[in-house]
Every structure is written in C-alpha cells, then in structure tokens.
C-alpha cells in the first residue's frame, strides 16, 4: 500500500521544465518605445525613453536611447508604438526582438 502511483504527477511535468528554463535563464527586459527607422531589413529602429531621478536635485529627466530590434516579419513601420524584449545577440548591434504593436502610426 505505500507504493503509490505518480502518473498523476507525470502530466504537470511539461509546464514545470518550461517555468524552471525561464527562471534559470532569468526575466528577460521589455521596453516600450516608438519605431523612428524601418530602412533595415528585419531591423527596426525603436527610441526609448527611460525617466532617471536627478541624485542631487530631484528633478526627473528623460532620458532616451536608440536600440536596434529584430522585426522578422517586417510589419512595424515608423512611427509605430511598440513593445520590444531583450534576446541573445542576434548580431552585432541588435539584442532586442519585437513582441507586439500596441499602435499603428496615422
């Protein structure tokens, strides 16, 4: 009687090793920002603004970066508000990868 079945256990298996690979690999960033370069094929150009606290007085500045984002597909054109995650290098200059298009510019 204490040998009990685990095959109950077996099928929750799959989603454990997928939540254990993502925490191994650690969170990945995600970054909003406006396209301002689609010339590239599958690059993107996408501005990114990033809100700092100044140390010694206070005022908050912003503060923007330029980084180049893998847009397979070639759907985001400029203009476009999008949402971009950090990658592995995919070349020399590009480490981010396009997720979504919140809004299409007019």
Do not use: F
């Not at 909003?32 to 700092?52: A, F, L, P, Q, W």
């Not at 950090?86 to 919140?102: D, F, G, H």
């Amino acid at each position: 009687m204490a040998n009990t079945s685990t095959s109950s256990v077996q099928g929750s298996d799959a989603t454990d090793t997928a939540e254990t690979a993502e925490l191994a690999r650690g969170y990945r960033k995600t970054r909003r920002g406006y396209v301002t370069s689609d010339k590239m094929d599958k690059t993107i150009v996408v501005e990114v603004e990033d809100r700092v606290k100044h140390p010694l007085y206070g005022k908050v500045i912003r503060r923007t970066s330029k980084v180049k984002a893998h847009d397979e597909a070639g759907t985001a054109g400029i203009g476009d508000l999008v949402i971009i995650s950090e990658t592995r290098p995919l070349s020399a200059t590009k480490r981010w990868r396009l997720v979504e298009i919140l809004e299409k510019a007019k």
